[in-house]
């Protein structure tokens, strides 16, 4: 079904998301009620009605363009129950697949950024109040404070779902710092390796893999301590999982085949001479 809301769209806050804001568009918080969206369209209606004094006629017609294609289907989408409660719940799917990404929010406005750095229900409610009051009092900036009530409407959603930017901020320092940690303790595996002195680097890369498992590397150089250890079976799996992890990775791909011949020799001289068969001397 075509959403006439979408004819004027917003490349901020939600409305970036592929998704209509109808309450920004009304100039109303997400958290609204029925009688708050009457209310505030009546008052909307009566702003743009085309009987306004003082509007030339392209002014006119401007006016009931956004009251007919804007402002009225918003206004018949928050008032239909099963409507709005469908969309209460995009909302939440929005916020919940942006909390899951880490989205790190750079809102245009500076009330939207005010908002950001303090979140809290009563100062998200004063920020909405404070431009719904200028929405709808200039034809040429109506679309401007809607995408600004947008901006608003989406910090709250996230804030709702737990997000505050000086969570995301430690989170991005943490990696970093687990990043550049692991990569310390690869280099100093690496020196050992030079120095062929497996056990020394087995014990930093073992320390390193935790840090990060999806790390190739790490697992292609556990590979090749393995290898110089005699443990054939064990040198295979690293092997495997690098090349699992990164196709091209080169230690991996350069050892990986002597691994499978080792493994392969072993299990041979198991079937020859192993078992109970084995020990009375085989055929």
Same mark, same amino acid.
């Given at each position: ?7 004027? =769209? ?22 609204? #009620? ?10 909307? !209606?009566?702003?743009?009605?085309? #009987? ?7 002014? $006119?017609? $401007? !006016? ?7 402002? &009225?289907?918003?206004?018949?989408m928050l008032m239909q129950n099963r409507e709005l409660e469908e969309y209460s719940a995009l909302l939440k799917l929005i916020a919940k697949r942006l909390m899951k990404r880490e989205l790190k929010m750079a809102p245009k406005s500076d009330i939207a950024k005010n ?14 109040? !404070?431009?719904?009051q200028l929405q709808y009092e200039s034809l040429d900036k109506i679309l401007e404070y809607t995408a600004q009530l947008s901006e608003l409407n989406l910090i709250y959603i996230l804030y709702q779902e737990g997000y505050h930017p000086s969570l995301i901020e430690s ?6 710092? &687990? ?15 030079? $120095? =062929? ?18 790390? &190739? =590397? ?25 090349? $699992? ?39």
């Open positions: 079904m075509n959403d006439p809301v979408r004819a004027f =769209k917003l490349d901020r806050g939600i409305g970036q998301y592929n998704s209509s804001d109808y309450f920004a568009v009304l100039g109303l918080p997400v958290t609204a #009620d029925a009688l708050q969206i009457r209310k505030r369209y009546l008052s909307i !209606a009566r702003t743009l009605h085309p #009987d306004v004094h003082g509007r030339a006629p392209a002014e $006119k017609h $401007k !006016a009931c363009e956004y009251l007919a294609k804007l402002v &009225s289907p918003a206004y018949n908002l950001l750095s303090s979140p809290s229900e009563p100062h998200y409610i004063r920020s909405v109040e !404070a431009i719904a989170k991005s320092v943490s990696s970093t710092l &687990s990043s550049s940690r692991m990569q310390d303790y690869i280099n100093l595996a690496e020196e050992y390796i030079s $120095k =062929k002195q497996w056990t020394m680097a087995l014990g930093e890369l073992r320390t390193a893999l935790p840090l990060d498992q999806t790390n &190739s =590397k790490c697992h292609a150089l556990l590979g090749l301590v393995y290898l110089n250890q005699n443990l054939a079976g064990m040198a295979k799996v690293s092997f495997q999982q690098a090349l $699992k992890l990164n196709p091209r990775e080169p230690l991996a791909l350069a050892h990986v085949a002597k691994c499978i011949s080792a493994t392969d020799t072993t299990q041979d001289k198991k079937k020859k001479g192993g078992g109970f068969f084995g020990w009375l001397g085989g055929s």
